[in-house]
């Protein structure tokens, strides 16, 4: 604990002890939440197994068709047509995921064709060999009740009115769910009726395409990008729900202000949010964002979740994380997004204490909910939607910006955005952009913060002061570094050191810190009273800590650090800092 005083009299100080087993009481509808403490049993086998998938077929486009969606006996009947391009031939069949639904019929280019299915895949088998470069038609025809994944997290919904599916299964493996609707190809890498056309220019997943039917009403307008594009803005809700839905998505385009400030220009034909009666979250369908509706109930306490979920039209959507072991960076880049929504709202505070809570509830709580201190690269499957994925993966992106000056950030991001767009992105894909647009090596940060567990800790051990000419000090500090559960100590890690004189006037330096003990020696024109490591918190270390103002008396709360204050008297303003260290002494 690191104190620093102007005229305090009469200071008590309460330490409240962290019970490092308690559980947090998450808020309603965080998409984080209800991802990552489902309990679920072992993964789904694998429905597709790959069966020589990835470097031979390229579908070019889905066209699905709903003759009919009878809520009664909650089914649907549909057919889609699959445009599909050889990439390596010869082949004789293609495979496709359906889930448990009944085919009736397939067809290629117009001819009635064989195929195999076993309720999980269907093999459609071409009329005569394709070869490399070749392409066909394949229309399948299908009926049948879809199902929902085990933890009741994705699939097809009908609820009351609505009839809508979610994307992602949290317990399927692949956790790709379109199969659950339609058939697809995964591969991470005047009668009475009213039709409904809508035709998405860009290219998507399969798990990103989403309906959803109900007596919805539109609310609808125009945002203009920052590259001047008018974009449709539509909300569906039911009639009565339309104001509520206006009152808490009133910040909207100013998630669109922030994101394209800091990623670049939104890349689609329109921003769209359908309200569901689901209540474990949201999914990031594209350009259709399925969102509950009791989290749009007029107030503004869900709006974390709404910029997270819209930060997907970068993070997710725009660019997809490779494959499931690095979902860090679909989801940690989306939470760590709600962090900079808050701070181009509400300002810089908000965004610090989001992000100091964040980093709380890891240190505190990650290990447990994933059963371990985990790398967020490389995650296991059961633990995709994890603490670790979602709430350090922010963490690690804030840090990301500790290292650079904020202009060389997010010009590199909105970079990155452009140069991987409607495309996949590795973690190391992520290293190499990043250190080639900044001109900074990010081969450490990786190691450090990416692909190993735990966490640094750093703490200032001692200051020494020297009188020299000219009224100057010499001033040496010995930083040691200590570790929580990784496996080596980190390497240039940039640490700024911030002295104070006796009037609270400051002055800060950033020196690189590496190994386990370092000395630095600086000059300054004062004699420091007061030396603070990492004062702004831009480094997610084992530490978490609070800068107060104390200008009265009563009590204070430091939160992030278990700490209160009680102040009985005091004469002038005063500044007070209380650090929380999460690894032992010694």
Request: charged share 15%.
């Amino acid at each position: 604990m690191r104190l620093l005083f102007g005229s305090l009299i009469g200071l008590s100080l309460l330490l409240l002890s962290a019970q490092c087993h308690a559980q947090k009481m998450a808020s309603s509808f965080r998409c984080q939440y209800h991802k990552k403490h489902f309990k679920t049993s072992p993964p789904l086998a694998n429905p597709n197994t790959n069966h020589g998938r990835s470097d031979t077929f390229n579908i070019h486009n889905y066209s699905i068709t709903f003759d009919s969606i009878k809520w009664g006996n909650q089914s649907i009947h549909g057919h889609c047509e699959i445009d599909v391009g050889i990439k390596k031939g010869p082949v004789q069949m293609l495979p496709l995921d359906l889930l448990a639904l009944t085919v009736d019929s397939v067809f290629v280019n117009g001819t009635n064709a064989s195929y195999q299915y076993n309720d999980t895949l269907l093999r459609v088998n071409f009329p005569s060999q394709m070869n490399t470069g070749d392409s066909a038609i394949v229309n399948v025809h299908y009926h049948g009740s879809p199902v929902k994944d085990p933890t009741s997290w994705g699939g097809f919904y009908f609820q009351g009115q609505h009839a809508y599916n979610l994307g992602v299964g949290f317990q399927s493996k692949p956790h790709n769910y379109g199969r659950a609707w339609f058939p697809c190809f995964y591969n991470f890498h005047g009668d009475g009726t009213v039709t409904w056309h809508w035709r998405l220019s860009q290219t998507i997943p399969t798990y990103l395409t989403s309906m959803a039917v109900a007596p919805y009403a539109t609310i609808a307008w125009q945002y203009t990008s920052k590259n001047g594009q008018q974009i449709p803005v539509k909300l569906g809700a039911l009639p009565t729900d339309t104001s509520d839905v206006i009152s808490s998505f009133v910040h909207l385009s100013d998630a669109f202000d922030a994101f394209e400030k800091g990623y670049g220009p939104f890349r689609w034909d329109r921003a769209g949010f359908v309200f569901v009666p689901f209540n474990n979250g949201a999914m990031e369908h594209a350009t259709n964002i399925a969102y509950p509706s009791a989290a749009a109930n007029g107030s503004l306490s869900q709006e974390s979740l709404m910029a997270h979920e819209f930060s997907h039209n970068w993070w997710g959507n725009l660019v997809t994380c490779q494959d499931a072991k690095d979902m860090w960076i679909n989801e940690g880049w989306a939470s760590y997004s709600e962090a900079l929504f808050f701070e181009h709202v509400y300002g810089q505070k908000r965004y610090k204490n989001f992000v100091r809570t964040n980093h709380k509830n890891v240190l505190q709580y990650a290990h447990i909910r994933d059963n371990s201190y985990r790398a967020i690269h490389g995650i296991p499957h059961e633990y995709t939607y994890g603490s670790h994925v979602y709430d350090k993966g922010a963490d690690v992106a804030h840090t990301m910006r500790g290292y650079l000056p904020d202009s060389v950030f997010f010009n590199c991001l909105t970079s990155l955005m452009a140069d991987f767009a409607y495309s996949n992105l590795s973690s190391e894909e992520l290293r190499d952009f990043m250190t080639s647009c900044s001109g900074h090596d990010f081969s450490d940060f990786f190691n450090n913060w990416v692909f190993s567990k735990g966490f640094p800790h750093f703490q200032i051990d001692n200051v020494a002061s020297t009188s020299t000419a000219n009224n100057n000090y010499q001033v040496d500090i010995e930083i040691r570094q200590r570790l929580k559960q990784a496996p080596d100590y980190y390497s240039e890690v940039p640490l700024s050191i911030t002295f104070f004189d006796e009037s609270q006037n400051r002055h800060t330096e950033t020196v690189y810190m590496g190994g386990q003990c370092g000395i630095y020696t600086t000059t300054l024109p004062f004699d420091p009273v007061y030396t603070a490591l990492d004062l702004e918190e831009k480094i997610s270390d084992a530490t978490t800590d609070v800068l107060k103002e104390l200008d009265s008396t009563g009590t204070y709360n430091f939160d992030a650090t278990f700490a209160e204050l009680e102040v009985q008297q005091i004469n002038t303003p005063a500044k007070m800092r209380i650090v929380h260290n999460w690894v032992r002494a010694g």
